[in-house]
């Protein structure tokens, strides 16, 4: 049997917030993916949830985590929980054996990350986040041009931002607000992405420390709304990033090498479903007199996708299921390791924040 | 006679750095300004200038500064010496009653610049800097974009970044790289349109405080390749920029609001001389369930332009010459406050790197 091409991985949804609509429909698209089961804390949401979702009778609804993680016919499960909760249901399922697709951000901090990652190695299930962006073929591309050093050179700079306005009724309900829920806010929510995005464009290089922007923004439960951050390595390259749920929505991203940039304002999800594309330009140079750019200009690359970043991500997803399911392969770790780098960059970002911005030196641990 | 339509205005040009020869060509196509003189510090230079820019025989040319000042045929100077002479050449064509358009950086901190701007004051005479872009008409499109409440809202954040990459004999031998100098090195060159950038976007509001990003970079003489900065506001605003001359090129300006947001990845110098555009959107949202951006996406506003930004300029400039010269208005001394507020900007991200990367407060003195 060729690679990941086995029978469906049969997937169990455990809480139905608004993001698990994303995923009910990725799971549909996969066609190695198969929605078997979905729970709520009862059975009534998870009976709305189906209604309005059109969920299949043949999906069982359960009206409690545990029965759906007894469910012998679940292989995987895709955790969307408010955050606080994930290290408790994470680690209730990865000891059932299923493998877990667990949604961003994935802990409260690196240590709650530990205890789900190290119950992963103990049970040999396989580990991923729900950063969809990571799957988009435009990603594979961009990191195809920034690893070729004639076009791209040495890395020197990136600056990522996300931000978008929450309304009042979100800011005043939604759990990504709640510091018993979700207490990392906009930093967990969106600054998640632009933290993954700068440890992508380094190949997962660590930086040295974190320097969080003064200014943050909090809610009145001390919740981040708005926060950045400077990132520093030894070798002079330097990241920033801001993100905020209180501004007009923008996913930007900008990589500056000694010979190459790319620019994409759209990284963490593409304006269009069916493609995506990206700026990119090597060896500008300025004009003689100095009136402008010599030519070539910045170029647009234009990305196809057959099915979209979600779906791709539940498809790279269940081949790993599939390989440690039925072929007897080792989970691959790669996925916890890049997670839990970034963690740590989250977690150095509040600690500098509540040391008055002083940096805060990062540690593999 | 209607506003600025009076004699052209006679501009000299003191110095013959290369950007000498982009003011050369502003001037000629400016329809209110001609050139009359050309100094340098020696007759052989100037007329190396002369043979390789094509001036006009009509054109005096002058083997020292002085001649050109007494020049009465000499209305306005155009000054692109280093930026360390900048007092001591400003201030003796002031006070010689000629009008200064000055290069940028405008001097090496803001009290030699005090200097520069009350023999102006004091003479009469009309001040303005180098900062081209600031003439474009995508510049003031763009700024009715962002005045615009129903389309943008409040400002909330700006990022900028001007890089480009230089050689090895740039890097071992232009003037501004010399301490003694043009010690202000990729700060003053390029930093300074970042710096201009986010105060133009503040309607030049100054920050509370600068806090220089750590890991700037430096050659051996101590003046700096790459650094950067936040910039803070009371009221939660904040702004970052990076520049650097170990970089390839970009100029990027990203402003967002509450409600609206522009992009330019070419702010300082258009991609094109007979047209620049800018992205704008406003109002975007999610999509239900959260796969994309709900329509209208960002779309690009081109402007077109019938004569270049450099010389448009030369033609705003001339224009309130003039006004003082022929129409006994006061100069506009708007243009110097502008300055003055990029000024102590360039001199706080210098002070805090000095200081250990500690905020500096920023005061109007």
Redesign the interface.
Known sequence: MADGEGRAVRFGIIGCA??A??LF?AIKLAPNATLVAIASRSLSKAEVFKSANGVEDSVTLYGDYESLLDDPSVDAVYIPLPTSLHVKWAVAAVEKKKHVLLEKPTAMNVAELDVIIQACEVNGVQFMDGTMWMHHRRTDKMKEFISDPSLF?EL??V?S?F???ADSNFLANDIRLNPNLDGLGALGDIGWYCIRSILWATDYKLPN?V?A???P?FNDSGVPL?C?A?L??DN???A?F?C?M?????M?L?V??????I?V??FV?????TFASF?H??????T??????RRP??REEVVQMEI?Q?ARMVVEFSKLVVGVRDEHRSPEMKWAAITRKTQLVVDAVLASIENE?K?VDVHQG
Chains 1, 2 share one sequence.
Request: a negative charge.
């Open positions: 608004a993001i609509c994303t429909r050179g020197k700079t600056h931002n931000t978008y306005l420390s320097i922007n003064r200014n923004t708005s950045g400077s520093i390595w002079g390259l330097i920033t801001h905020s209180q501004a007009q929505m923008s930007d900008c500056i090498g000694t010979r190459g940039i620019h304002n759209d999800l593409p304006f269009d479903e700026n330009c090597s060896d500008s140079r300025f003689e007199p100095i009136i402008g750019w200009l910045p979209p979600d911005f940096p």
